[in-house]
């Protein structure tokens, strides 16, 4: 079973007083919390225990993107439909990723960390979040233009684990719409924002595939 928990932990006035352009070119996320559970296997973390005015100006519980997590979520759905393996980035954590590769009626789920990459002054490495089939950086060179190479897993922490595809996709819909219920209600300022309308289509786009 698949259980995904989020709460959004910020200065609240601040982002009620501020322009969908502004959130998207300052801000661009919510943060807060955010947990995925596989089956007991937890990435991230989150409490419902009350958190003090203090704690939130101090930057405590904020460590997570809640808009970036859905939204990498969604991606995730979207390239399943039509795809049978897809690693998505743990966008916290260095080099950990997660592995869903489909069956007939579940996903097969990795917790997986990628080697490390050496690099020198001339050269720099984009890491995209998301992944088909296999691991791939970019590597751009000075003088040699950039160059895709497929990036070795050294280690899996846990996995593969059964999950049943429906009821992933269902814990994720029902989780994006409950954020827009949320940011509609008391962040109503930035529902019209770039961040928040590419969750919005995203998800007409799964319904329409659905």
């Given at each position: 079973?698949?259980?995904?928990?989020?709460?959004?932990?910020?200065?609240?006035?601040?982002?009620?007083?501020?322009?969908?352009?502004?959130?998207?070119?300052?801000?661009?996320?919510?943060?807060?919390?955010?947990?995925?559970?596989?089956?007991?296997?937890?990435?991230?973390?989150?409490?419902?225990?009350?958190?003090?005015?203090?704690?939130?100006?101090?930057?405590?519980?904020?460590?997570?993107?809640?808009?970036?997590?859905?939204?990498i979520l969604l991606d995730l759905l979207i390239l399943l439909e039509n795809n049978?393996?897809?690693?998505?980035?743990?966008?916290?954590?260095?080099?950990?990723?997660?592995?869903?590769?489909?069956?007939?009626?579940?996903?097969?789920?990795?917790?997986?960390?990628?080697?490390?990459?050496?690099?020198?002054?001339?050269?720099?490495?984009?890491?995209?979040?998301?992944?088909?089939?296999?691991?791939?950086?970019?590597?751009?060179?000075?003088?040699?233009?950039?160059?895709?190479?497929?990036?070795?897993?050294?280690?899996?922490?846990?996995?593969?684990?059964?999950?049943?595809?429906?009821?992933?996709?269902?814990?994720?819909?029902?989780?994006?719409?409950?954020?827009?219920?949320?940011?509609?209600?008391?962040?109503?300022?930035?529902?019209?924002?770039?961040?928040?309308?590419?969750?919005?289509?995203?998800?007409?786009?799964?319904?329409?595939?659905?």
């Open positions: 079973m698949f259980k995904l928990k989020y709460r959004i932990v910020e200065i609240e006035f601040e982002i009620r007083n501020i322009s969908p352009e502004e959130f998207d070119s300052n801000h661009s996320n919510l943060y807060g919390m955010v947990e995925l559970n596989f089956n007991g296997n937890v990435i991230g973390y989150h409490h419902s225990n009350e958190i003090s005015n203090n704690e939130i100006s101090l930057g405590c519980f904020q460590d997570y993107s809640i808009t970036r997590w859905i939204d049978k393996c897809v690693i998505i980035s743990e966008l916290e954590s260095d080099n950990w990723f997660l592995e869903f590769k489909k069956g007939k009626k579940n996903l097969n789920v990795r917790h997986i960390k990628a080697k490390n990459t050496h690099i020198d002054k001339n050269t720099s490495v984009t890491i995209p979040y998301i992944y088909i089939d296999r691991l791939e950086y970019i590597f751009h060179y000075k003088h040699r233009g950039s160059v895709k190479k497929e990036i070795e897993i050294l280690d899996c922490d846990w996995g593969p684990i059964s999950i049943e595809t429906i009821q992933f996709y269902e814990e994720i819909l029902n989780n994006t719409h409950l954020l827009l219920h949320d940011v509609s209600n008391t962040y109503e300022n930035i529902y019209i924002s770039k961040t928040i309308l590419e969750i919005k289509n995203k998800m007409k786009l799964l319904k329409s595939e659905s």
